[in-house]
């Protein structure tokens, strides 16, 4: 039997959030997701922008945090010692009919409070980025729209959240929750890392159950109440380039957003790469995350952007996301009526990762309201930066191998990726266990050869430093074993 105060559901950008806020009480909250890693479902997969906060209609929960989790960002992001830029964002517009459009977006992002905003004239447009359509009219211009990376984002949180109390199940999929007169029974199942025998069934009691569960989201809200929600994944397939197609465009540019969304945008990465994407196709599947020739064709159709010349040779890969599309038109938070102490965070779409640090400021108030928890005195709100070697300058870089020659052992190329960040990575609260955890958290596998060099390599020292043999390591968990044995011994 497992008690706590809070129990989240999700280990996504969301969940992720929350539990960091909540961290910031005297409670004890857990954290529970089916996956191997931190941000292993929505929060892997997707633009990783942050957005100006123009585009949601005023007045809804989309608007208010969008600005709010804005805002936030560079603080939190400096506190978290992540990378974070704001580079600014574009719409524009490339018909006389899209030139209205413009000022109504305007006057949005007024009203919901988006700082510096502008109309470009074409002659401006161009001029901030020379690659924009020929058939550019005008621009609207966010300087307050940024790029972040959305797996160090959510692991930075998980990670201060851990190191602040917070407890994390992973492997760990909840199947039902029961509620009673002192608060919720929470069933799941327990996943052993390597053998399927050896799963088991967990019981966790808690007062408050917080719902981050992403595309599943909708599934638990269903149990507790009668007022349905239905939540539809919305799969966004993207296109990656490489570095030497990074400087394309200086800004996030998009063009002017249908009922689906905002387009196939174009933008920076924090990497240094190029983004191009997503689609939008509303699925059944909930882990239908697989790329289709259609919507790579989509993506790679000229005139899909505002972006001319766009050099698609350049792609080193492709994926997919999927977005939790809520049928109610905004974020679903809050506590249901019917079922005090059940905490929606549903239908988290876009702009999701820009008001995740809004988003876990106001489900820890809403929790403040219900259990009136004292402070937590011993709260560290700043951790360790990450050693990014190659975003340092070449002196420090100097020290830290003085200090370490792990950090001056290259094993990916491409990203220039050492094996001192490597092994920081995999001992880290919430370390990397899988080869997809290395990769989100470092960049190595995310370069122009996608692993062809690396691989082997980060392999050998996860072996190595988790004590275990070359075929157990995974990329994404149990099932996804990489070698089978040794061929001598077949």
Same mark, same amino acid.
């Given at each position: 039997m497992?008690?706590?105060?809070?129990?989240?559901?999700?280990?996504?950008?969301?969940?992720?959030?929350?539990?960091?806020?909540?961290? !910031?009480?005297d409670l004890k909250v857990c954290v529970l997701d089916k996956n191997s890693d931190i941000g292993e479902g929505t929060s892997k997969a997707n633009s990783g922008i942050v957005h100006a906060g123009y585009d949601a209609k005023p007045g809804?929960? !989309?608007? !208010?945090?969008?600005?709010?989790?804005?805002?936030?960002?560079?603080?939190?992001a400096g506190k978290l010692g992540i990378p974070f830029m704001r580079n600014g964002s574009m719409v524009v517009a490339l018909s006389d009919e899209d030139v209205p459009h413009m000022k109504e977006l305007y006057d949005r992002g007024v009203q919901n409070g988006v700082e510096g905003l502008r109309i470009l004239t074409r002659e401006e447009a161009l001029e901030m980025e020379p690659n924009l359509s020929d058939d550019t009219k005008g621009a609207l211009f966010a300087p307050t729209g940024g790029i972040i990376c959305p797996f160090r984002l959510t692991s930075a949180m998980a990670e201060n959240a851990n190191t602040n109390g917070v407890d994390f199940h992973l492997l760990t999929e909840v199947n039902n929750i029961t509620k009673s007169d002192v608060g919720f029974t929470v069933e799941a199942t327990k996943y052993d890392e390597f053998d399927e025998s050896k799963d088991?069934?967990?019981?966790?009691?808690? +007062?408050?159950?917080?719902n981050a569960a992403g595309v599943y989201a909708d599934r638990f809200h269903n149990m507790?109440?009668?007022?349905?929600?239905?939540?539809t994944p919305?799969? *966004?397939?993207?296109?990656?380039?490489?570095? +030497?197609?990074?400087?394309?465009?200086?800004? +996030?540019?998009?063009?002017?957003?249908?009922?689906?969304g905002k387009g196939i945008l174009v933008s920076p990465t924090?990497?240094?790469?190029?983004?191009? *994407?997503? +689609?939008?196709?509303?699925?059944?599947?909930?882990e239908g995350t697989f790329t289709t020739a259609e919507g790579l064709?989509?993506?790679?159709?000229?005139?899909?952007?505002?972006v001319k010349d766009i050099p698609m040779n350049e792609v080193i890969t492709s994926f997919a996301g999927l977005r939790p599309h809520g049928d109610r038109g905004d974020f679903v938070i809050g506590e249901l009526p019917d079922c005090p102490g059940f905490i929606d965070v549903a239908a988290i779409e876009s702009p999701g990762l820009s008001a995740a640090p809004a988003i876990g400021v106001m489900v820890a108030d809403i929790v403040e309201g219900i259990l009136h928890p004292d402070r937590n005195t011993d709260y560290v709100g700043e951790q360790k930066p990450f050693t990014y070697m190659k975003l340092l300058p070449k002196e420090e870089q100097l020290a830290i191998i003085e200090k370490d020659p792990a950090y001056g052992n290259i094993i990916c190329r491409c990203a220039s990726v050492s094996e001192g960040e490597i092994l920081e990575t995999i001992h880290r609260p919430l370390g990397a266990r899988t080869m997809d955890a290395v990769k989100r958290r470092t960049g190595a596998?995310?370069?122009?050869?996608? *692993?062809?060099?690396?691989?082997?390599?980060?392999?050998?020292?996860?072996?190595?430093?988790? *004590?275990?043999p070359m075929e157990k390591i995974t990329k994404k968990g149990r099932g996804s074993e990489i070698l089978t044995g040794k061929i001598k011994e077949n």
């Open positions: 497992n008690e706590y105060d809070v129990v989240i559901i999700g280990a996504g950008v969301t969940g992720s959030s929350v539990a960091m806020q909540l961290s !910031k009480y809804t929960l !989309k608007a !208010k945090l969008n600005v709010m989790g804005s805002k936030m960002m560079p603080e939190l088991n069934s967990v019981i966790y009691k808690t +007062t408050i159950v917080v507790m109440t009668d007022d349905k929600l239905t939540i919305r799969k *966004g397939e993207y296109c990656l380039l490489d570095v +030497t197609a990074g400087q394309h465009v200086g800004r +996030t540019v998009f063009r002017m957003p249908s009922a689906l924090i990497h240094g790469n190029l983004l191009v *994407g997503p +689609t939008a196709t509303d699925l059944e599947d909930k064709a989509a993506v790679n159709t000229p005139g899909a952007s505002a596998n995310m370069g122009r050869c996608q *692993g062809g060099f690396c691989y082997p390599k980060v392999m050998e020292i996860l072996s190595r430093e988790l *004590g275990i």
